[in-house]
């Protein structure tokens, strides 16, 4: 059966995903690749990093498996192919400021007159549509008011409400707030903030504080910290983010766009993985191997360039305003372990400082030992001392 006819999008060719690349970052591949000829590809053609997004082309595919499109009674659906929604992706990056309600509505209306049909998708579907491209766009999942439900099936738990009356600036804004942390921003404090930052690599996280880390697609839950469960969700798609650094660079060199995410949130993502968590050539490195091969982490997550071609002049060192505090959740973690273990949480409802009730219990079990060892090294004496008078009697008992 076709899955185009239930209003699925069916697979994606590579025709189809450069299309994709481009849209996203602007990608403005050499003559050798844009006439497919059998020429070398130039080095500085960006179609070269094309094999390194092997996770975020798995990303979209997995995502865009899962939707389909709402039938009408005039049968004409909001996405009829990856075509029409690598456009949406487009029109949606070049008008960040336009509110959300405005762009859906233009962009179908321009739609049909381009096209010369007098019927629109159904503005449910339309909103489902857009959800999917902001989806795709700044990996966050999302949905309006009304698509609650159904975006939760589709997506699962964690979704932003993108109001209609927002842009997708303004969506952006509100769902990753800037914070200060001084402990770890204050350029006064740099030896305070390094401290810091060099005791929340991985290892220690797991070794102290018994936590793990695993993958999340959504750009959302980074560094998200589940104290009950003892997780860190890690945003790991670090390739894609490079990507839109580098398109958003504003320099005469390469081609830009206006950032619809800010920088400074992308290379936190980044940063906080290869400089914090899991610095390259530090004992945290090998559990990022580990993660990449067993849990399907992104492997460029292992790749640190220096100079980086992503960054700008003035980003070597940067402030931590939108993960500030989640890194400030970690160092607490750290400071204070959340019991889950049946003794930990023994003891955390009885006393508040559980350390020093564990260490007193620990020394009267080690004291209580003693005792019983003493108290057997005693009965061994007796018994030794018995049999020797004992003898000793029965010795002159046959004289």
């Not at 299309?19 to 602007?26: A, D, G, Q, R």
């Not at 990093?49 to 798995?58: D, E, I, K, T």
């Not at 049909?117 to 766009?137: G, K, T, W, Y």
């Amino acid at each position: 059966m076709d899955l185009k006819l239930l209003g699925a999008l069916g697979d994606i060719t590579e025709e189809q995903l450069r299309s994709l690349h481009t849209s996203l970052w602007n990608w403005n591949s050499c003559a050798a690749c844009s006439s497919r000829a059998n020429a070398p590809c130039e080095i500085s053609c960006p179609t070269r990093r094309a094999g390194q997004l092997g996770p975020f082309n798995n990303f979209y595919k997995t995502t865009t498996s899962r939707h389909l499109s709402e039938f009408t009674s005039s049968n004409e659906l909001a996405l009829r192919g990856h075509e029409d929604l690598i456009e949406v992706i487009r029109y949606l990056k070049e008008r960040p400021n336009v509110p959300r309600q405005q762009l859906t509505a233009d962009f179908f209306s321009d739609r049909a007159k381009r096209e010369g049909s007098r019927e629109q998708p159904n503005v449910h579907d339309q909103d489902r549509a857009f959800d999917l491209a902001a989806r795709i766009l700044i990996m966050l999942n999302c949905s309006t008011e009304l698509n609650q439900v159904e975006a939760l099936l589709e997506e699962g738990p964690r979704l932003v409400t993108w109001a209609k009356g927002n842009s997708l600036a303004k969506f952006i804004a509100a769902t990753f707030p800037t914070t200060d942390h001084p402990s770890l921003n204050d350029p006064n404090q740099r030896s305070k903030a390094n401290t810091l930052k060099l005791g929340l690599q991985a290892r220690r996280l797991t070794k102290i504080a018994g936590l793990t880390f695993r993958p999340t697609d959504n750009l959302a839950d980074h560094l998200r910290l589940d104290p009950k469960e003892g997780t860190i969700e890690i945003f790991h798609h670090t390739r894609a983010l490079k990507e839109f650094l580098i398109a958003t660079q504003q320099d005469h060199s390469t081609p830009t766009m206006n950032p619809y995410l800010p920088r400074n949130l992308a290379l936190e993502v980044i940063d906080t993985i290869q400089k914090i968590l899991f610095p390259l050539g530090s004992p945290s490195e090998p559990l990022l191997r580990t993660l990449i091969v067993k849990h399907a982490f992104d492997p460029d997550c292992l790749r640190l360039v220096d100079p980086a071609p992503y960054r700008l002049p003035h980003e070597n060192d940067i402030p931590y305003h939108h993960f500030g505090s989640r890194l400030m959740d970690l160092a607490h973690e750290l400071e204070h372990p959340t019991p889950r273990g049946v003794m930990d949480k023994w003891l955390e409802r009885r006393s508040g400082a559980r350390y020093v009730m564990f260490a007193t219990l620990a020394g009267v079990g080690v004291a209580v030992l003693l005792g019983f060892l003493a108290l057997g090294v005693s009965i061994f004496q007796a018994w030794v001392s018995w049999r020797a008078w004992r003898d000793e009697v029965g010795m002159a008992g046959s004289r």
